[in-house]
């Protein structure tokens, strides 16, 4: 009896009731074998001296145990483990005196390498300055505005049904105005039934591509291109086929000697600021395309995350605005405009082809969140998207010019990079100093910037990075390519 | 030129800047051939004459379509749409005439039959009466505390990195607030590292069954089940091998069965309030499993969506807090205690294993809504969702009570249940009635009601259907009955 005042241990700051805590002490050491099948539980009255607690938990916490099965009360004869459960397994009686603890790996078979390892980011670290991939500032976002729409769409009786499930594709609401707004500004001539509603651009990727790719199937890919999405098609068992960018895009002469060898099942675009190569696809190359697709009938799937980033000419129309044969699923996002955490995309592809990425939505977390879809209806709406937007390219604009021009002065002598048309990052070539041990350096005196080495294949090293300025005012830029520079020139 | 006059039609509303609205037309009529390559586009003042705007909105076009690519302006000779433009496919002159239109099919060949269609459930119609599947009442959801964290969380500044990317598994202070919560309530003994924060359990149940399942492998459910896991695992390729469901909950003698004559890579279990017939795992079987698992290393996806809707007696613990060799994944969710659009639920599984799902995450959606999550992680600790918890399951189970003496009363010759334990919803068997005609009629006099068929196997029928009781009120109940019982007498 002794061990039982070692083995509950009572927390009075747990929130939980002391009977509960009580009770759930007793299953887990009933099954660990600490308490075995027949052992007789102490009377309720010297149980709450042992613990001292009043004998009413006690009792309470009894009769939970006896609610669920564990224990059985005897009259006159005493309450004991139950006799009717299973033996315990040998290996948790060995461990009898040793602490439970949760497993450190699966003690189940199943196929390790069936998932590709992806690089994970974690939140900007404190502190340091952060040479991101291309992404917004996102001290300019309109959270108060959509927070505030969540809550004023809330708080109407009649709206309470959009809380409950409904709308795996997205709210009907927000379906509508998104095909309006795609109309207007991208010559898109759809309905709300083309449009399926995504946690960013990165679940329309995914979705496209689970509902096209069966195992074996042949994926065009650009070289270098956007790791995350040529992990998603490798584990879907897609085999690439990677196909050199140069300064007007993915190469689609390259494309159609592919085509002509081999049967193509999909081709991924990035026709906006190639990632990583920051790139615009020529209008030229885009119809190539589609004559490509429209021949050989393979899937596009257009990933066009920066439309709306432009600073020295207006975004190209959109593969999809011209595809009449159903060739081109389209990709958007609003992670980009607004900030990565608020994940909103959507997929723009023929009805039937949405009708059947709904299904397989459903299969992966059911729906999106309602209440955020209709903020955002509301923001695209009273015109908050689009004077963000407007005011965001000003912006970056002015930050992508001071950038330029800083590392110009500060490093051009030391790196090699063209100054784009658009997006968020500057993909700059080291021409003399190792990335791996710059951004090592860097790292030390405050500065986070990738190696880039993701890029890299057996092939090809291009000891180059994408150096994000867009969240970065000009303070903060200037001293980001003071320590850059620092970490150069420390070595030589 | 009349032609022009036809082919290029302001919209003053749109929004869009008239310039742009000139040249996204152009662009589009370019495309399907309308305007050929070579084409002399007329001079920017009979332009401007003919549409009706200022001159210098045409200049603005004009740069803007040279700046894309579409035209060139040749000095002394005038402005043609560009050469080196590729010809346009035969379809698109063909279709000279007619309007461009999105296609309704893909124009692509992949496999149809790789997805198989789902039911997907829209929002409750206004001005009807549902039984759901067993949802919660989305009236009492602490939306405006929800939504008021957010807000108060997105005005720091400091907090603003956590609009950034990052945390794939979810924020660290969920995840640390989540796992002492599952600790002092499911006798967890984890930390932060084994939880990887979803959107919903069926997000937890795609992830956990996208990274152990193979195709070809073997896995078992019940019979009855929940239709969209059976249907995510199919997908995957797995082969559905069905035990029976009795009172006890899934019968792990016939497991055991299974076990020794072939391969099992997985079970799915629903410990709480099985889906569809609300009964509980018992403790014996519990265990039983554990061994199982333990011994022919398989794992075991315990989906616990109903742990805190309890009303005879307390929950009992989960598996995957008696785990010791690594077995079980165990999948809770928000969902049932908010409403069913505020996308939250969680996997607690071995370290090994987060971290792998934590890759695969990452392709599927990148991350969560970092945002609401912190939000949650502040609903959690100030006892927010405790409290709610709390006030639903007591008026939860006054409304069980009071529609099944309804029932009871109205229909007990017609219907066999039994009250379940816990949980939304009456698993109910209509008895002489025909649950699909009842459904139809019922729907006409104002009451959505499914008719059971989703369960319905080539084997079995069932003429079951789980009636949800939480969401109504006693005046919803009393209406909901009345117009049961009119659908089914009406008839004889």
Known sequence: MQILNELIVLNPNSGIPAYL???????????????????????????????????????????????????????????????????????????ETVDFNFAEQPGFIYDKKKIIPVVTSDFPPTGKLVFNDGFPDVRLAPIEELVRCMRSFSRLAVNKRYLMYGGAAGTLLLRKTLADFLCDTRGLSITADNILITKGAQMGVFIASSVIITPGDEVIVGMPGYDTANITFRQLGAKL????????????????????????????????????????????????????????????????????????????????????????????????????????GFIVAPKELIRIATYFRKTVDTQGDSLMESAIAELYKDGTIARHIKKSVKLYKERRDHFCGLLQNELGDRTLFKIPDGGMSVWTKFLRDDLTKVSRRAFDLGLVIRDGTDYDTGKQKFNSVRLGFASLNFKEQVQAVTILKEAITVKS
Chains 1, 2 share one sequence.
């Open 241 to 344: 086929n990677y196909v050199p960018v140069d300064e007007d895009g993915i190469d689609t002469h390259a494309v159609e000697k592919l085509c002509a060898r081999k049967k193509i099942r999909m081709i991924y675009v990035i026709p906006h600021h190639h990632n990583p190569t920051t790139v615009t696809l020529s209008p030229e190359r885009r119809m190539h395309l589609l004559r490509l697709a429209a021949k050989y009938r393979f899937a596009i799937i257009e990933d066009d995350y920066d439309y709306d980033f432009h600073y020295s000419s207006k975004p190209i129309m959109p593969m999809a605005s011209h595809d009449s044969s159903g060739n081109v699923i389209y990709i958007g996002t609003l992670t980009k405009t607004f900030a990565p955490a608020v994940r909103f």
């Open 21 to 95: 805590q009580i009770s759930n002490s007793f299953t887990q050491h009933i099954r660990v074998g600490r308490l075995r099948s027949g052992w007789k539980l102490p009377g309720t009255r010297d149980m709450a001296a042992l613990l001292n607690v009043n004998r009413m938990t006690v009792v309470a916490a009894y009769e939970e145990l006896e609610a669920q099965g564990w224990i059985e009360m005897l009259p006159r004869k005493g309450t004991f483990v139950k006799a009717k459960l299973p033996l315990l397994s040998p290996k948790a009686i060995q461990s």
